[in-house]
Nanobody, 129 residues
């Protein structure tokens, strides 16, 4: 089972950019659909973006589409989240997760991601106004 470690969070002004990374251990990274999620204080965890095993297909939450880009490098066992035009409402702890069995397209449905077993520890993103 893969283990995930996120990095790249921090404090940024509104309109700025950050790039998050999620490094996976193990030799089977390319067999996992990957996703990014976030959780703000007092709210439930929500889907942000997902990417297929090959990296050829992506899917975004409406709130981040056009501002965030998910990508992966299977040779480096890493998935990325490039976040541009950040807003204060993007402030949250960001988590990556791996799905060994499902499609990237269904990774964003609560019934799917709430049952995922492989999660990172999270990285905090704070966007100041």
């Amino acid at each position: 089972q893969a283990q995930l470690v996120e990095s790249g969070g921090g404090l940024v002004q509104a309109g700025g950019s950050l790039r998050l990374s999620c490094a996976a251990s193990g030799r089977t990274f390319s067999s996992y659909a990957m996703g990014w999620f976030r959780q703000a204080p007092g709210t439930e965890r929500e889907f942000v973006a997902a990417i297929s095993r090959s990296g050829s297909s992506t899917y975004y939450a409406h709130s981040v589409k056009g501002r965030f880009t998910i990508s992966r490098d299977n040779a480096k066992n890493t998935v990325y989240l490039q976040m541009n035009s950040l807003k204060p409402e993007d402030t949250a702890v960001y988590y990556c997760a791996a799905d060994q069995f499902g499609s990237y397209y269904t990774l964003g449905t609560p019934n799917r991601y709430k049952n995922l077993e492989v999660w990172g520890q999270g990285t905090l993103v704070t966007v100041s106004s």
